[in-house]
């Protein structure tokens, strides 16, 4: 392995650890061949999932996503060498095949983000989240499990959508604070709720009942991958998603504000969590030791 190859994986490692802490406790606890891929995939998604964050208006964020696709096609050869992300990603891929095609779909389907157009529906939201979160474990998959991934497809388009709307429920006040709305349309106006009172941070019972309804939108997705997979925890791709149901549990504690409450938890907690979804049936005092040496 070349140095410019190991540091290439170092800084995937880095970033993720930085941007995306569940992904990264998660992977730690994958089968350690698998490891730099999944750091290589994740950082990948935030890197794409970020380009909102760099820009003031849309036209240079076009730009950034056709490099990436450019990047993935080829056409960009000599850059992607020169960018760590896309030559682990680039890396991954070879030594996994993963298909270039999926994606090339994350990134159209990110072309959202660059823009503050209202979610119209929540068929909608499916399928942004189809081909942003659940492709992400789907991906995971043929790392981990490689000619058995296939068998896993149905329970990772689930798993993704209760992940996906599990976390822009979290980022509700971030997203809501810079004019995008991924709330879905028809849930809104079905509790009388308008994108002005989103955006404006207008709380109220149309929007608890309106989050309310997504949170079992969530819940149902979770038990439909649960129906395909029981223990979601014994495999690493959807090791993550163990963490969706304290998120959900946590929004409806009282006091919780969805405009200014920050639904996060402590690193041992979340690795106490990932590490008993991935060690079902050890022992309970073991594992909370053991998360708590790692946080």
């Known amino acids: 392995m070349t140095s410019a190859?190991?540091?290439?994986?170092?800084?995937?490692?880095?970033?993720?650890?930085?941007?995306?802490?569940d992904r990264y406790f998660a992977t730690l606890l994958a089968p350690a061949p698998s490891r730099d891929a999944l750091f290589a995939l994740y950082a990948f998604s935030s890197e794409i999932a970020g380009v909102r964050d760099g820009i003031t208006h849309p036209l240079p964020g076009e730009i950034r996503l056709q490099w990436w696709r450019d990047a993935l096609t080829g056409a960009a050869r000599g850059d992607v060498e020169a960018n760590p992300v896309a030559a682990a990603l680039d890396?991954?891929?070879?030594?996994?095949?993963?298909p270039r095609q999926a994606l090339l779909n994350l990134i159209d389907a990110r072309e959202f983000d660059l823009y503050d157009d209202p979610m119209p529906a929540a068929a909608d939201l499916e399928g942004y989240?189809?081909?942003?979160?659940?492709?992400?474990?789907q991906l995971a998959a043929l790392v981990t499990n490689g000619p058995e991934a296939p068998r896993l497809a149905e329970a990772a388009g689930h798993a993704g959508l209760a992940q996906g709307i599990t976390g822009l429920m979290r980022?509700?006040?971030?997203?809501?604070?810079?004019?995008?709305?991924?709330?879905?349309?028809?849930?809104?106006?079905?509790?009388?709720v308008t994108r002005d009172d989103i955006i404006r941070g207008r709380?109220?019972?149309g929007v608890t009942a309106a989050l309310a309804d997504l949170r079992n939108l969530a819940?149902?997705?979770?038990?439909?991958?649960?129906?395909?997979?029981?223990?979601?925890?014994?495999?690493?791709?959807?090791?993550?998603?163990?963490?969706?149901?304290?998120?959900?549990?946590?929004?409806?504690?009282?006091?919780?504000d969805p405009f200014r409450s920050r639904i996060e938890r402590p690193a041992w907690r979340v690795i106490a969590t990932l590490w008993w979804?991935?060690?079902?049936?050890?022992?309970?005092?073991?594992?909370?030791?053991?998360?708590?040496?790692?946080?």
């Not at 989240?129 to 474990?137: H, R």
């Open 129 to 137: 989240l189809g081909e942003t979160a659940s492709v992400l474990i």
């Open 5 to 21: 190859l190991s540091g290439a994986r170092r800084h995937c490692e880095a970033l993720v650890r930085a941007q995306d802490p």
């Open 219 to 256: 819940r149902h997705h979770l038990e439909r991958a649960r129906a395909h997979l029981p223990a979601l925890g014994s495999e690493p791709a959807f090791l993550p998603v163990a963490l969706v149901p304290g998120y959900l549990a946590d929004m409806e504690k009282p006091g919780y």
């Open 171 to 192: 980022a509700l006040p971030w997203h809501a604070g810079r004019g995008q709305l991924y709330l879905p349309g028809d849930i809104l106006s079905r509790h009388g």
């Open 203 to 205: 709380g109220g019972p």
């Open 91 to 98: 890396e991954a891929i070879r030594r996994f095949a993963l």
């Open 277 to 295: 979804a991935r060690r079902a049936g050890g022992s309970r005092p073991a594992r909370v030791e053991e998360a708590r040496r790692l946080g």
